[in-house]
C-alpha cells in the first residue's frame, strides 16, 4: 500500500487522508486532501462529490468498474458533537438519471447519495481516513479490512451469498468484535437496483440503489478497526458547549406537559384531520414544537409518526390513490407506535445522540431474539400502501429487508405497483410462481400472507422479481399498461410522505439531484418541525403560493447541503437551538457565519446539479397520480394539485440555474467551480 506521511496535529475535525481502492488491480493507496476542500466542501456528500466529479469516468456504467463509490463521514462525525454521527454513500446511481440522450444514445444513471447512521461513519474516521473511494471490479468477491495500518482487499467466498446479519456476525468472528461492518445482503449480490448498504444490523444506506454498485464490485462488505483520536482545536470549550446544548435538551426531554400529552395523542388525529393541523404547526410554537419531538423520538421513535400520518393526507395509501377511509384508525392502530412499546429490550442510538430514536426488539412469535424497530417509512411501505394490518407481517419483513439489504421505501412502491397490476388484471396468479410456491400466489389489498414471498423473488430475482427487483419505472416498461401505477420521480420510488399534502416536498422530490427524496433537502420538509429554533438567523419559510415555495426552497435546500456535510442526523434540525458556529470554531478552529455556510451549501448543491448536468440526467418527470393529476376527489388531498413548472422556474432562478435546471456560468463562478464550466456545453446541449 502507498502511504503519504501527515501530520494532523494542526487540524480539527479531519484526518486529511482518504483512501482509493482499485478492485481491478488490487491497488490500495492514500491521498492528501488539502485543507481548502474541506473549507469548500465539508465532509459528507460535499466531500464526495468533489472527489467523484472531478476523478469519474463521464457517462460510465453504473455498474461498470469505472463508477466510484464513496463512503464519507461527515466533518463531525466522530467528535463529540451531538447528534453527527452519520455518513453519506455516494457514487452514479444505476436506479435514476435514465432518458435523456447524449450522443443519440440514452444516458444511463445520474447523481446518487445515501445517508446512513449507527456507528460505521465514527469508525472510518477512527481508522484515519475522512473517506473512502471504492473503483474497478474485482474478479472474484472480496471484502474491504481496513485499520489504516494493514489495510487489505480479502477473499470473500465465505460470506459471498450470506445476508448482512450474518456477515456482520462471521466478520467479527474473524477479525474481532470491535470491527464495524457495512455489507450488502442478497439484494446488492445480485444487483437489485433498490437495494442498499447495511451497518449495525439494521442501519441502512438504502437509497439510489448503491448496494447493487457495491455488489457489482463484487465488493461484499468493509470491515473496519481503528482507534485512531480524531482531533478537536480546543477539547475544553467543546466539551462545554456539549453539555449546554445536552442541559437545554433534557429539559425539552423532561417538559411534563407533553409527557402527559404524547400517550394520548393518537386520540386527536381525527381532530387534527378535521381542523387541517399539520406537523408544520409545530414549526411555529418553537419551545414546545422542541419538546414535542425531543420526546416522541425519545420514547417512541419514527412510529410514531405512523397513525397521525395516515389521518392527515401525509401517508401515502395504497399505492397514492386511498385515504385514511381505506385504511382508517382502527386498522393503522394495529401498527401505530403503541404496538412496540412491548417488545423493546433497549434502546438504539447512533453515535453522539442524545436522543435514541432507535430500538432493539424482541418478537417471540416470530422466535426474533433481537431485531431493530421497524421505522415509520417501513412501517407504511409493509402496510398503508398495500392495506396490511398485520404487525408480525411488518416484523417479519422488516428483518428480511434489514438482512438482504433493500431499501424499504422503494419496496413500498414496487408493493403497491403489484397490488395494483393484480387489481386490474395485469398480473396473474401464475405471475408469480416461484420456488417456494411452483403454482404461484396472487397477492390482494390488505392480504399480507404474500409479502414476504414476493420480497424474497425481488431479493433473488426469480421469476417476476426479476423484473420488479429494477424499480417500478423499469418494471412498468415491460408490463403493459401499467405505467400510470409506477409512482416515482427519475426513476426512484417516493418516500411515504405525499407531495399533494406538502408542495414544497413535491418540488424537492422533482429538483433535487437524487429524485424522490424527503430527507434529501427542501424548506418544507424542514419546516415540518421548529426548525427555525435550530440556529439564530436561519429562517425557513414556507407559502400556499406556488412562486413562492420554489423561492422559498432555495434556504433550506442550502441548508441540507450544509448540515449533510457536517454529518448530522435530520432530527437535529427540530430539536432546539445548537451551537453551530461555537462547535465549528471549538472543534475545527473556523471563525464561520450562517452566510457562509449557505454558500458552501450552495456549492455542494450545485456541483451534485452539475453531476445530472454532464450525465444528462436532469429530469423534471413524477407520476401523474403523484402530482394530484387528477385531483384526489375526497379526503385531505381532495382537489389538490402541484404546478411543477411554476415552483421548479421559480427554485431554479432563486438558486441560480436556468429554467431547465442547469446551473448558470455565472454562478458557478461565484461558488468557485470553475473547473465544471467545461461540461456545460455538453449539458445545454442535451437539454435543449
Known sequence: ????????????????????????????????????????????????????????????????????????????????????????????????????K????????????SNCGGYFGPAIKKAGYDGIFVTGMAEKPVYLFIDGVKNEILDASEIWSKDAIETDEILKQKHGSNVKVAAIGIGGENKVLISGIVCDKGRIAARSGLGAVMGAKKLKAICIKGNKKIPVVNQEETINHTKLYIKRLNKHLNNKLVKLILPISSKFTPLMRAFKIHFKTFSVIKSLGVSIFAQFFNKYGTPFFTDI??????????????????????????????????????????????????????????????????????????GGMVLNDNLMSIFECNEYLNRQGIDSISIGGVLGF?????ENGLLKKEDFKC??????????????????????????????????????????????????????SGGQELPMHDPRLYYGLGLNYIVDPTPGRHTAGGGEFSRLGPVNAFMKGLKIKFSKNFEKIGKYNET?????????????????????????????????????????????????????????????????????????????????????????????????????????????????????????????????????
Not at 403489484?418 to 393484480?422: D, G, P
Not at 417500478?472 to 415491460?478: G, I, N, Q
Open 435 to 488: 420456488s417456494e410456491y411452483p403454482n404461484g400466489f396472487l397477492p390482494k389489498w390488505g392480504d399480507s400472507e404474500y409479502i414476504l414471498p414476493l420480497l424474497k423473488m425481488i431479493a433473488k430475482r426469480e421469476g417476476i422479481g426479476n423484473i420488479l427487483a429494477d424499480g417500478v419505472k423499469e418494471a412498468s416498461k415491460k408490463i403493459n399498461g401499467s405505467e400510470k401505477f409506477a409512482i416515482h
Open 556 to 688: 433550506g435546500a442550502k441548508f441540507m447541503q450544509w448540515f449533510n456535510g457536517l454529518g448530522f442526523c435530520a432530527f437535529a434540525q427540530w430539536c432546539g437551538r445548537y451551537p453551530i458556529l461555537n462547535l465549528i470554531k471549538s472543534i475545527i478552529g473556523w471563525d464561520m457565519t450562517l452566510e457562509e455556510l449557505q454558500k458552501i451549501g450552495h456549492r455542494i448543491y450545485t456541483l451534485r446539479q452539475m453531476f445530472n448536468a454532464r450525465e444528462g440526467a436532469i429530469q423534471h418527470n413524477m407520476s401523474d397520480r403523484a402530482l394530484g393529476i387528477p385531483p384526489m376527489k375526497e379526503g385531505p388531498l381532495k382537489n389538490r394539485t402541484l404546478k411543477v413548472e411554476e415552483m421548479t422556474k421559480s427554485f431554479y432562478r432563486q438558486i441560480g440555474f436556468r429554467e431547465d435546471g442547469v446551473p448558470e456560468e455565472k454562478t458557478l463562478k461565484e461558488l468557485d467551480l470553475e473547473f465544471c464550466i467545461k461540461d456545460l456545453s455538453i449539458a445545454k446541449g442535451i437539454l435543449k
Open 102 to 113: 447524449i450522443d443519440g444514445e440514452y444516458s444511463n444513471g445520474g447523481w446518487g447519495d
Open 309 to 382: 400520518c395516515s389521518e392527515i393526507g401525509d401517508s401515502p395509501i395504497k399505492n397514492f390513490k386511498g385515504t385514511y377511509k381505506d385504511y382508517p384508525k382502527k386498522k393503522v392502530g394495529k401498527v401505530a407506535f403503541k404496538n412496540y412499546l412491548s417488545y423493546k429490550i433497549k434502546p438504539f442510538g447512533c453515535f453522539s445522540c442524545p436522543v435514541r430514536c432507535g430500538a432493539i426488539l424482541k418478537v417471540p412469535e416470530l422466535n426474533l431474539e433481537e431485531t431493530h424497530r421497524p421505522e415509520y417509512e417501513t412501517i407504511m411501505s409493509l
Open 1 to 100: 500500500m502507498q502511504k503519504n506521511s501527515f501530520n494532523s496535529s494542526r487540524f480539527g475535525g479531519y484526518l486529511g487522508r482518504i483512501l482509493w481502492i482499485n478492485l481491478s488491480n488490487n491497488g490500495i493507496k492514500e491521498e492528501i486532501v488539502p485543507e481548502e476542500i474541506y473549507k469548500k466542501y465539508l465532509g459528507g456528500y460535499g466531500l464526495g462529490v468533489y472527489y467523484i466529479y472531478t476523478r469519474i469516468k463521464p457517462r460510465c456504467d453504473p455498474l461498470g468498474p469505472d463508477n466510484i463509490l464513496g463512503f464519507c463521514p461527515g466533518l463531525f462525525t466522530g467528535t463529540p458533537a451531538p447528534f453527527t454521527g452519520r455518513f453519506m454513500v455516494c457514487g452514479k446511481s444505476p436506479l435514476t438519471g435514465k432518458g435523456n
Open 418 to 422: 403489484v397490488y395494483e397490476c393484480v
